[in-house]
Nanobody, 115 residues
Framework: QVQLVESGGGLVQAGGSLRLSCVAS????????MGWFRQVPGKQRELVAG???????NYADSVQGRFTISRNYAKNTVYLQMNSLKPEDTAVYYC?????????WGQGTQVTVSS
């Protein structure tokens, strides 16, 4: 099992930046993969960025080149650096961890981008 706590969301103007953090309750090197998803009301949760234990990353086409996922083993934390934010990036962002075939989620953090 793992508990995930996100932080860093907020209100930002279009073109601005935010960095989300996700702190895990266990060493992240023991987690198969971690990622950031987002969801807006009435739509399915979608993958934004992911990182595997080996360090392989993947991104949604809509954020490629603007968002960067990274991790800090010493802090058991995964980050999502979001640059050049657009109003369509507005959503609740969730941290995800896959451990032994089970998925775990944080409580979510709201990101609002004003035009």
């Amino acid at each position: 099992q793992v508990q995930l706590v996100e932080s860093g969301g907020g209100l930002v103007q279009a073109g601005g930046s935010l960095r989300l953090s996700c702190v895990a309750s266990r060493p992240i090197f023991s987690i198969n993969s971690m990622g950031w998803f987002r969801q807006v009301p009435g739509k399915q949760r979608e993958l934004v960025a992911g990182i595997t234990r080996s360090g392989t990353t993947n991104y949604a086409d809509s954020v490629q080149g603007r968002f960067t996922i990274s991790r800090n083993y010493a802090k058991n934390t995964v980050y999502l650096q979001m640059n050049s934010l657009k109003p369509e990036d507005t959503a609740v962002y969730y941290c995800n961890a896959e451990v032994s075939g089970s998925n775990y989620w944080g409580q979510g953090t709201q990101v609002t981008v004003s035009s």
